[in-house]
Nanobody
Framework: EVQLVESGGGLVQPGGSLRLSCAASGFLFSSYPMSWVRQAPGKGLEWVSRISGGGVTSYADSVKGRFAISRDSAKNTLYLQMNTLKPEDTAVYYC??????RGQGTQVTVSS
């Protein structure tokens, strides 16, 4: 059974940083591309970033240059380093193995 457990969210001031983690289990983590997606209040799901099994990364324009996705296959863990956070980054962040396989999410709130 695929399990994805996010952590690291919280309340941060604009311009601040957070590092999200996603602990994965139930599948061969190193073989699968992984993504971060988010859902802001009252809005639909938005793709944020993706990393291939080989470490190739891609980002939504809205976060490019501020966020960095990475993975540690020895620890079966996916990360999202978020810098220079803006109020519009406020959302529930999910790690995803596929469109139908996501964790429970972690809340990120950017506010002064």
């Amino acid at each position: 059974e695929v399990q994805l457990v996010e952590s690291g969210g919280g309340l941060v001031q604009p311009g601040g940083s957070l590092r999200l983690s996603c602990a994965a289990s139930g599948f061969l983590f190193s073989s699968y591309p992984m993504s971060w997606v988010r859902q802001a209040p009252g809005k639909g799901l938005e793709w944020v970033s993706r990393i291939s099994g080989g470490g190739v990364t891609s980002y939504a324009d809205s976060v490019k240059g501020r966020f960095a996705i990475s993975r540690d296959s020895a620890k079966n863990t996916l990360y999202l380093q978020m810098n220079t956070l803006k109020p519009e980054d406020t959302a529930v962040y999910y790690c995803a193995k596929s469109d139908n396989e996501r964790g429970q999410g972690t809340q990120v709130t950017v506010s002064s």
